[in-house]
């Protein structure tokens, strides 16, 4: 917490009227008379605090250790924290309506530190598929090296086949003399935009494991959050992102983030002091400036993406597509509907044709650029069959639909006409 009982910057409400996250991103803490008048915050270069005493050090290092709940009321090192990582934790816990939120160097350094705080020697994780490439790497090549186990679950499972998944990962659990120690969702997930039932899921893992023991419901919310999807409100206990994506919004950072309950962030928080896993301060900077135009940047993407996805639609070049705007299968649009506020930006498109067909889309294309990631101002394409899961096996990339003809492409905040005017171009050359 950045302001430490001494800001008074922290405006929640006017006349009655309570602020939104989208005015509370141009001072949510930080006051700048504690920084010379500067109407910005100062990037903080410095690697340690000075203590006013010894008995402050004692006392921060108490919370450092975590022998005293909650975040430190004083800077200690800048491994555990600093005053721009701490503006920035505070604005994101605001959206998802989250106690705390911790920033990281990456997304995939979040989630790392989350797995390693949360799992144990010979646990078990519940998880949704598919996930992001890398954190399937993460929980089957490198928890498993510890002994932990998984099992896992289609995204769009119903109550019932989650209430199987959870019974066999507790055998599975008993078996291996661990416990079921983590539910990791990602949703929508990447690259097939399909969604998870977070209700369900919640009702499924309160009705399994009634006792003390509850294992943590954490979602990656990268695709639609934090503003068409907070799934805090569905029953998760621990948003995730890659803050690179729509919250950092330029490419031009890497970056993560974890939100949630204050129970957990307490035990994700001493694993980021241990092993280091913080962003640094002018990476934090940036976010800052990234997330006072969070909502128009999205908005504005999104609105585009809706006008490409109904050009797109009825081409004769195109065999489908799979933005959440049109979802055709009815369980899907009722999780959509419970869910969501907005549709998102980052949609597959199904070329006719295969591998051959779709490169020749993509080498096309002259205002979209040919790269992977998403959430930027400008119009990303990518294959990830070749590209971003080139590395997943091809009898479970077939499994969860990753074909030779999909095309991911993230809609950026250009002129929709123009974008439209590229794609027709592109489709033209195939
Ligand atoms: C859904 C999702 N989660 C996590 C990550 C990893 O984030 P980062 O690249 O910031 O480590 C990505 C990256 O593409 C992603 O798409």
């Known amino acids: 917490?950045?302001?430490?009982?001494?800001?008074?910057?922290?405006?929640?409400?006017?006349?009655?009227?309570?602020?939104?996250?989208?005015?509370?991103?141009?001072?949510?803490?930080?006051?700048?008379?504690?920084?010379?008048?500067?109407?910005?915050?100062?990037?903080?270069?410095?690697?340690?605090?000075?203590?006013?005493?010894?008995?402050?050090?004692?006392?921060?290092?108490?919370?450092?250790?975590?022998?005293?709940?909650?975040?430190?009321?004083?800077?200690?090192?800048?491994?555990?924290?600093?005053?721009?990582?701490?503006?920035?934790?505070?604005?994101?816990?605001?959206?998802?309506?989250?106690?705390?939120?911790?920033?990281?160097?990456?997304?995939?350094?979040?989630?790392?530190?989350?797995?390693?705080?949360l799992v144990g020697q010979n646990d078990v994780v519940v998880h949704s598929g598919p996930l992001y490439a890398a954190t399937e790497t993460l929980i089957a090549r490198i928890l498993s090296r510890f002994g932990v186990g998984f099992v896992d679950f289609p995204a769009g499972a119903t109550r019932e086949q989650i209430d199987d998944v959870l019974t066999r990962a507790q055998a599975l659990a008993d078996e291996k003399g661990g416990k079921v120690a983590l539910v990791y969702l990602e949703s929508p997930a990447n690259p097939t935009n399909a969604l998870v039932d977070v209700e369900a899921v919640r009702g499924a893992r309160d009705a399994a494991f009634p006792g003390d023991h509850k294992p943590a419901i954490a979602i990656d919310n990268t695709f639609l959050g934090p503003l068409w999807q907070q799934p805090l409100k569905q029953g998760a206990e621990l948003v995730v992102y890659s803050l690179t994506k729509y919250a950092g919004g330029h490419s031009d950072l890497v970056a993560g983030g974890v939100a949630g309950d204050q129970r957990l962030i307490d035990i994700i928080r001493p694993m980021r002091n241990t092993i280091g896993t913080i962003c640094d301060p002018n990476t934090a900077w940036m976010l800052l400036r990234s997330l006072e135009t969070l909502e128009l940047r999205m908005s504005r993407a999104g609105e585009n993406a809706l006008k490409v996805c109904t050009f797109l639609r009825d081409h004769p070049k195109v065999e489908g597509l799979g933005y959440l705007g049109f979802i055709a299968d009815p369980r899907q649009q009722d999780i959509f509907d419970r869910h969501c506020s907005g549709a998102g930006s980052t949609f597959s498109l199904f070329i006719k044709g295969g591998e051959e067909e779709s490169f020749r889309f993509l080498d096309a294309l002259k205002i979209a650029k040919l790269a992977v990631s998403l959430g930027g101002t400008e119009t990303l394409a990518s294959h990830p069959a070749a590209m971003t899961h080139l590395s997943v096996p091809d009898e479970r990339k077939k499994a969860l639909g990753i074909t030779d003809n999909l095309v991911r492409i993230s809609i950026g905040i250009e002129d929709a006409d123009d974008l439209i005017a590229d794609f027709a171009q592109a489709l033209d050359a195939v």
């Open 1 to 117: 917490m950045a302001t430490r009982g001494k800001n008074k910057a922290n405006i929640e409400a006017v006349g009655g009227k309570k602020l939104t996250p989208a005015t509370q991103m141009m001072g949510h803490g930080y006051d700048p008379f504690l920084s010379e008048g500067a109407l910005k915050p100062p990037i903080f270069l410095t690697s340690t605090f000075a203590f006013e005493s010894a008995a402050a050090g004692k006392r921060f290092f108490e919370h450092i250790t975590g022998k005293r709940q909650g975040p430190a009321d004083g800077l200690v090192y800048s491994r555990f924290n600093g005053p721009n990582q701490e503006i920035v934790e505070d604005r994101l816990a605001l959206w998802d309506g989250a106690d705390d939120a911790l920033v990281f160097s990456s997304g995939m350094s979040a989630i790392a530190t989350l797995m390693l705080a």
